[in-house]
């Protein structure tokens, strides 16, 4: 396998991966001209990328910026004359629950908004309900991450104490 990474670049489940996901999205793109809508898609797609290149990346590097620089200054604060030790970022374990919170709210938005009044029918559910799961969803997520920073940051704080000593 050492010899394939040399060559490659990258293991072999690189690879894989990338040909996979070339697969789904050809399959995609045959599904979309079957139903006649390849303009509409294309639309989409170029105005969700200059919406995502000139909207979202700068304002979520500007949060990432402002998140780092925070965290750094706490950190000053909490050990001025000592090494600090090795932390366990905050910023990571808040990242992930708010990116799949915005991804779902993005894709459930007239279901969480109760906009959708014609696809009720076809889903079965009422339209109340996805508002309250989204929240507790959104909620588990975070609390999940929460869990999983305070464990780890247990665990980084003890083996600094134990370098230490």
Same mark, same amino acid.
């Not at 396998?1 to 072999?12: E, L, N, S």
């Not at 889903?123 to 920073?149: C, H, I, P, Q």
């Given at each position: 396998?050492? $010899?394939?990474?040399?060559?490659?670049?990258?293991?072999?489940? $690189?690879?894989?991966?990338?040909?996979? %996901?070339?697969?789904?999205?050809?399959?995609?793109?045959?599904?979309?001209?079957? @139903?006649? #809508? /390849?303009?509409?898609? /294309?639309?989409?797609?170029?105005?969700?990328?200059?919406? $995502?290149?000139?909207?979202?990346?700068?304002?979520?590097?500007?949060?990432? #910026?402002?998140?780092?620089?925070?965290?750094?200054?706490?950190?000053?604060?909490?050990?001025?004359? #000592?090494?600090?030790? =090795?932390?366990?970022?905050?910023?990571?374990?808040?990242?992930? =629950?708010?990116?799949?919170?915005?991804?779902? +709210?993005?894709?459930? +938005?007239?279901?969480?908004?109760?906009?959708?009044?014609?696809?009720?029918? &076809?889903?079965? @559910? /009422? &339209?109340?309900?996805?508002?309250?799961?989204?929240? &507790?969803?959104?909620?588990?997520?975070?609390? @999940? %991450?929460?869990?999983?920073?305070?464990?780890?940051?247990?665990?980084?704080?003890?083996?600094?104490?134990?370098?230490?000593?």
């Amino acid at each position: 396998m050492g $010899h394939f990474a040399k060559i490659y670049g990258a293991g072999p489940l $690189h690879l894989l991966s990338g040909v996979a %996901s070339l697969v789904v999205g050809a399959y995609a793109v045959v599904k979309i001209r079957e @139903l006649g #809508a /390849a303009g509409n898609v /294309a639309i989409w797609f170029v105005g969700l990328i200059i919406v $995502h290149d000139l909207l979202l990346l700068p304002l979520y590097s500007l949060v990432q #910026a402002i998140a780092v620089r925070l965290a750094r200054v706490d950190a000053v604060r909490a050990l001025p004359n #000592a090494p600090p030790p =090795p932390r366990v970022l905050l910023t990571n374990h808040l990242r992930i =629950p708010v990116f799949v919170s915005a991804l779902l +709210f993005l894709l459930f +938005f007239p279901s969480i908004l109760q906009r959708n009044d014609g696809y009720i029918g &076809a889903s079965g @559910l /009422a &339209a109340d309900v996805y508002l309250e799961r989204w929240l &507790a969803l959104t909620a588990a997520l975070f609390l @999940l %991450s929460g869990m999983l920073y305070a464990i780890r940051l247990g665990r980084s704080n003890a083996a600094y104490r134990a370098a230490g000593s």
